[in-house]
């Protein structure tokens, strides 16, 4: 079992940057591969961002690819998500989630533990 907070959320300008943070507890946090995702009022939970085990391999989803960075400190328990020249189509509310099983980092599915969420807001 692990237990995944999200904090960093909030409201910014377009064009502006945030970070988000997820920190975990429970289990060896380097078991985990890490993923971002969001969700929009109306839509459904998309996929914003992966990271192996070790910080080895990153994925993206096209959207955000060249404006966020996914990364993680083993040491602190917890992987972040630096968000870059942010869109008002980037708001949303975006968790953390850890996955332990194999599978494709971009789907919903292969993740079994999820964090709350931490809103992010962009104006434009």
């Known amino acids: 079992q692990v237990q995944l907070v999200e904090s960093g959320g909030g409201l910014v300008q377009a064009g502006g940057s945030l970070r988000l943070s997820c920190a975990a507890s429970?289990?060896?946090?380097?078991?985990?591969?890490m993923g971002w995702f969001r969700q929009a009022p109306g839509k459904e939970r998309e996929f914003v961002a992966a990271?192996?085990?070790?910080?080895?391999?990153?994925y993206y989803a096209d959207s955000v690819k060249g404006r966020f960075t996914i990364s993680r400190d083993n040491g602190k328990n917890t992987v972040y998500l630096q968000m870059n020249s942010l869109k008002p189509e980037d708001a949303a509310v975006y968790s953390c989630a850890a996955r332990v099983q194999s599978g494709s980092y971009y789907d919903v599915s292969a993740y079994d533990y999820w964090g709350q969420g931490t809103q992010v807001t962009v104006s434009s």
């Open positions: 429970g289990r060896t946090f380097s078991s985990y591969a």
């Open positions: 990271i192996s085990r070790y910080g080895g391999s990153t």
